[in-house]
């Protein structure tokens, strides 16, 4: 181990002669395991390449340590100070050493950056080496790799990966806490992220204290676009909702809406959810990836050179119009999905003037296709139940409540599953027969108006098919019921 590069107590590694494939084999070790921090082994061996590299910055087999300082960088950069810090320091001396030497090359591969990990730099390190030149499997020829300029730009790429700005003439690229939010963020829209409900109300959070331009549009944007899924019907906790529109509050709309010298129509059309604008460069063609780009400085370079012209997504006007439009979404899907629903109108299209069931007009809305009429005719089914006429009436408003809850995927809004969860919790906990005349009932899903206006009316209105009785029977609707309590309790939680 040691503690410095400075070499004091340090023996020349440069004195014996390394099995180099060992080596490499060793650092592909620490590459492969991403996980790894603060391993003993692993810091020796980071530790043993750096000494090498100090001992002969400038030498024959430098490019081959700076090429094993790459493939350890990503575990150098979770590693503590001594080890990351020499890491850098050796890596800045190679750089010294090699970046003005002359070159015949109008490109090198350091300018693609570094993958992380950077697993093919085995592929180069291996060949190099034993000084072999083919290296056409990776795109560039060995001359280039083993190029004193792009030996020096890897050590500089190394150097701004461990301490970002350290170095200057690297390639652009992400810095390491946006390419986290965007990795993280993405995984929650596409269903498969951990901690959703704390990863989207956080999305944008840094808006309560930026001050340029970049970061808050690319605030605004990350935040629209976890709006958009947190008013999908996905999200099952007001707080959620509260926490973005707080953060989207913080933009100082008045100040930042003054005109600009793109029109009113000049402004460009906000990329889609997921990855669905083929015409545009895959950095911008999502909210959310184009939102974390915009606020990021590696990331606003990298825009610029897929031809994205900052001007207008950076407009202070166009970011206030954006933050506008998503707080009134925020707001009116937020009172959409928990708010209080009015159902007093109803009344009149639904009740006779004597204040029966108006059966004709109530099974037209069921058959109907406007599915937030019919989840409103749920909630208004549930809380007349108390009210109804008689049993009949009671049965057709148990089916209509519970159909309610499976109009919409993956469920309901809260306000509505709620309402109707206090209705047929009832229902469920009402003593009912334990067996009744039918083999079976059918699938609620079978349920349409011609149903419905004969379980209102029995005497008068003909069954329209034969398991038309068995959907009123007591045994099937207590069954509904206590399956619509276990889902609501499922989306919403047991308590309210």
Known sequence: MIESTDGEGVADPSET???LQALIGAWQEVQDDVRAHGNPEYDETVLDCVRRLVADPGGDRAPLWVLGLAMMLPYADRGPERVSGAVHDALDRADHAFKNRPCTHAEHPYED??????HYLEDVARPLAHGDTDFSAIGWTGEQWACPRNIAGLARVGMDR????????????????AQDTLDRLNSVLEGYGFDAYNEIADAGSELRFVTSDGDRAGGVLVATAASWYALSGVVRERWVLDELIETLEEVPLDALDHPC????????GLPGFLDDEPDRPAIAADALTLGVHLGDDGGRALLEQAG???????????????????????REGREELFGHRETGHLDTRFLHADGTLAIEPFTALFDGHDESARELQGIWAARRHAHAADDHERTVLVLTAAAALRITHPGPAIAL???????????????????????????LERLDGAVLRHLHAPETVPAPRPDAEAFGCPAHLAALAAAGVRDVDGWCGEED
Not at 162 to 177: K, M, Q, Y
Not at 308 to 330: H, M, Q
Not at 419 to 443: F, K, N, S, Y
């Open 17 to 19: 002669t390394p099995d």
């Open 113 to 118: 950056g570094l993958d992380d990990p950077p």
């Open 162 to 177: 461990l301490e970002p700005g350290s170095a200057t003439d690297v390639p652009a690229r992400l810095s390491e806490d």
């Open 261 to 268: 010298a793109h029109g009113d129509d000049g402004h460009p």
């Open 308 to 330: 994205i012209d900052l001007s207008l997504w950076l407009c202070p006007r166009f970011t206030a119009a954006t933050a506008r439009k998503t707080l009134s979404e925020l």
């Open 417 to 443: 599953a709620r309402d109707i969860r206090t209705l047929l919790r009832t229902v469920a906990e009402t003593p009912r027969p334990q067996a009744c005349a039918h083999d079976d009932h059918p699938a």
